[in-house]
């Protein structure tokens, strides 16, 4: 089974433009989150895949490959689809640009389902985490997930999912990790098909993989690091890189 990992890197990211390229101790988030990835050693190629300039000069100047894209792409997975279009692969797994700090045990948890009992259900696999405090519960910033007994994911919400009615029933919140391993067919449908409601008022693009009845394993992680949506997680990521 071929695997390769796909890093899209969109230069502007409306909540914090130019983030990727930000500096994180000496070097820019998305080549931290390149060299993090290929550090794994679990993949038989890496891509940055790109419609800045910039960021694929960055990739290519320090020894990485790199994939020039459309700059009209909607989504990471539309980006990833045209990239690997016409590579030979099984597997995919999408590393989003802004997660400098990846570490190996996820990746290989979220790829062991593809050799489970529920591989020949499996259109893709994500991660979640458990969320603890209720100012990121309720901070739209933070995609949650609910699952259902099998951990197969039923809805993706910037919401608190399930609403909080009554807070003694004991329910868990999930945050939403934006790492995917997707068999090549589903990123190949993903991009033939049109947005739907759901995913165009919530903007998460997972939401069109179950809106077109995509099969969606989550697996649990305890720990993947700090994503940099904000300033203030670049702040953040600096102060947990003088912690490592």
Known sequence: MKIIAMIPARYGASRFPGKLMAKLGSKSVILRTYEAVIKTDLFDDVYVVTDSDIIFEEIENHG???????????TGSDRIAEAVADLDV???????????FTKKEPLVK????????????????????????????EDPN?????VDDDDFAMYFSRSPI????????????FEHIGV??????????FATLPMKVNEGTEKIEALRYL??????????????GIEIDTPEDLEAAHAFLGEE
């Open 180 to 189: 995917y391993a997707f068999r090549k067919q589903a990123l190949m449908d």
């Open 90 to 100: 099984d597997i995919v797994v999408n590393v989003q640009g802004d997660e400098p």
């Open 110 to 137: 979220v790829l062991e389902v593809f050799k489970g009992k529920d591989a020949d259900k499996i259109d893709l696999a994500s991660l979640m985490q458990v969320m603890t405090k209720v100012n990121q519960i």
């Open 142 to 146: 933070f995609v949650k997930v609910v």
């Open 64 to 74: 990485g490959k790199a994939i020039m894209s459309k700059k009209n792409h909607e």
């Open 211 to 224: 809106e077109y009845g995509k099969k969606i394993k989550m697996v649990v992680t305890d720990y993947m």
């Open 162 to 173: 399930p609403y909080p009615r009554d807070r003694e029933a004991g329910a868990k919140y």
